[in-house]
């Protein structure tokens, strides 16, 4: 009788340790962001909601490639994030709920997140408007001496904005270290990329400034991280900033008011079928570093997890009236003078 086939081991350039990582990480992002989704439908998540699903790779191949003390910054997509920097998830649920809890105190809710503790430097409602944010925030630990970076991420559609040429011209101009990525999920809203431009590798964008750039397959997270790295060790070496074009996709809509019904499902399912976390399952499993029944545990304590941030969320109080007035001005020992 022939001699049963067993399954090769992977080799891959990282450890055991970091792929289970990427998936508890990845994973958490996901069953979150579904059950905002759900609560959405329920009323219970009120304005405007982005969700990050299918994009999770771009934040946790990011994180695990960065430094303590480097900061972050994104658009209005901004729930996982902060997840992927470590931020309790009662807090990032209680601001979509509009609670006094909230990482936000619940006055920034899905688009406005921010987390001084992990370093997220927020989620920003304006489109483009992060992007010089960004490049200040890389100029500001230029300046202070520190060795660490700004990451400031954007959307596809973000990239016809005047701000974006004008902060990669300065940061390049300056040398500043913050890493520009587009999380290029193919489409501004509902509109495609083609659409929108005659030039569709957007990473090319940054040749009229000369700085560094490099188109990433983003549903891969071994990829991302190593574009990262990548991009890090230059900006800590003083030789400025780097653009990256994550090449991702949403499986939802634009927002939760977006039925998306400018793709076809089998460009969907197409996108699918490479799935960040089901390549990371996939590399896992071949390696024998876990069993397929281990995985499930790990997603059903995901699972109760973001229930607990649920509970957490619905029984917290909402802000008080006089939080109106809190927060708008940050007293400074500047010597101002009055003219």
Not at 130 to 155: R, S, V
Not at 166 to 189: C, D, Q, R, S
């Given at each position: 009788?022939?001699?049963?086939?067993?399954?090769?081991?992977?080799?891959?350039?990282?450890?055991?340790e970091?792929?289970?990582?990427?998936?508890?990480?990845?994973?958490l992002?996901?069953?979150?962001?579904?059950?905002?989704?759900?609560?959405?439908?329920?009323?219970?998540?009120?304005?405007?909601?982005?969700?990050?699903?299918?994009?999770?790779?771009?934040?946790?191949?990011?994180?695990?490639?960065?430094?303590?003390?480097?900061?972050?910054?994104?658009?209005?997509?901004?729930?996982?994030?902060?997840?992927?920097?470590?931020?309790?998830?009662?807090?990032?649920?209680?601001?979509?709920?509009?609670?006094?809890t909230?990482?936000?105190?619940g006055?920034?809710?899905?688009?406005?997140?921010?987390?001084?503790?992990?370093?997220?430097?927020?989620?920003?409602?304006?489109?483009?408007?992060?992007?010089?944010?960004?490049?200040?925030?890389?100029?500001?630990?230029?300046?202070?001496?520190?060795?660490?970076?700004?990451?400031?991420?954007?959307?596809?559609?973000?990239?016809?904005?005047?701000?974006?040429?004008?902060?990669?011209?300065?940061?390049?101009?300056?040398?500043?270290?913050?890493?520009?990525?587009?999380?290029?999920?193919?489409?501004?809203?509902?509109?495609?990329?083609?659409?929108?431009?005659?030039?569709?590798?957007?990473?090319?964008?940054?040749?009229?400034?000369?700085?560094?750039?490099?188109?990433?397959?983003?549903?891969?997270?071994?990829?991302?991280?190593?574009?990262?790295?990548?991009?890090?060790?230059?900006?800590?070496?003083?030789?400025?900033?780097?653009?990256?074009?994550?090449?991702?996709?949403?499986?939802?809509?634009?927002?939760?008011?977006?039925?998306?019904?400018?793709?076809?499902?089998?460009?969907?399912?197409?996108?699918?079928?490479?799935?960040?976390?089901?390549?990371?399952?996939r590399?896992?499993?071949?390696?024998?570093w876990?069993?397929?029944?281990?995985?499930?545990?790990?997603d059903?304590?995901?699972?109760?997890?973001?229930?607990?941030?649920?509970?957490?969320?619905?029984?917290?109080?909402?802000?008080?009236?006089?939080?109106?007035?809190?927060d708008?001005?940050?007293?400074?020992?500047?010597?101002?003078?009055?003219?």
């Amino acid at each position: 009788m022939a001699a049963k086939a067993t399954a090769k081991k992977t080799k891959t350039a990282f450890s055991k340790e970091q792929y289970m990582e990427w998936y508890r990480s990845m994973l958490l992002m996901r069953r979150f962001e579904e059950k905002a989704g759900q609560l959405y439908g329920q009323q219970k998540i009120r304005g405007f909601c982005h969700l990050y699903i299918g994009q999770e790779a771009c934040a946790a191949g990011s994180v695990s490639a960065l430094e303590e003390g480097d900061k972050y910054i994104t658009a209005y997509r901004d729930h996982a994030h902060p997840l992927a920097l470590g931020t309790d998830p009662n807090r990032v649920m209680a601001e979509l709920f509009g609670k006094a809890t909230g990482v936000s105190k619940g006055k920034g809710g899905s688009m406005h997140m921010f987390d001084k503790e992990v370093n997220f430097m927020g989620g920003h409602g304006i489109v483009g408007g992060q992007i010089p944010l960004g490049a200040g925030i890389g100029f500001a630990e230029m300046y202070k001496g520190t060795k660490n970076l700004c990451i400031c991420y954007m959307g596809d559609g973000a990239v016809r904005q005047g701000a974006f040429h004008e902060a990669l011209n300065m940061a390049m101009t300056l040398k500043m270290p913050t890493i520009f990525v587009v999380e290029n999920n193919g489409y501004a809203m509902g509109t495609s990329v083609k659409r929108t431009s005659n030039v569709t590798e957007l990473y090319t964008l940054a040749d009229a400034y000369d700085m560094p750039s490099e188109g990433v397959d983003a549903m891969r997270v071994e990829d991302v991280h190593n574009a990262v790295k990548k991009a890090a060790d230059r900006a800590r070496k003083g030789d400025g900033p780097t653009f990256l074009e994550f090449r991702t996709y949403r499986y939802k809509g634009h927002s939760m008011s977006d039925p998306a019904k400018y793709r076809t499902k089998e460009e969907l399912e197409e996108y699918k079928q490479q799935d960040p976390i089901e390549q990371v399952k996939r590399t896992i499993l071949k390696n024998k570093w876990a069993k397929e029944e281990d995985l499930k545990e790990i997603d059903t304590q995901i699972k109760e997890r973001v229930m607990e941030s649920v509970k957490f969320a619905e029984e917290s109080p909402w802000p008080d009236a006089s939080e109106a007035y809190t927060d708008n001005y940050v007293e400074s020992d500047y010597p101002f003078v009055d003219s």
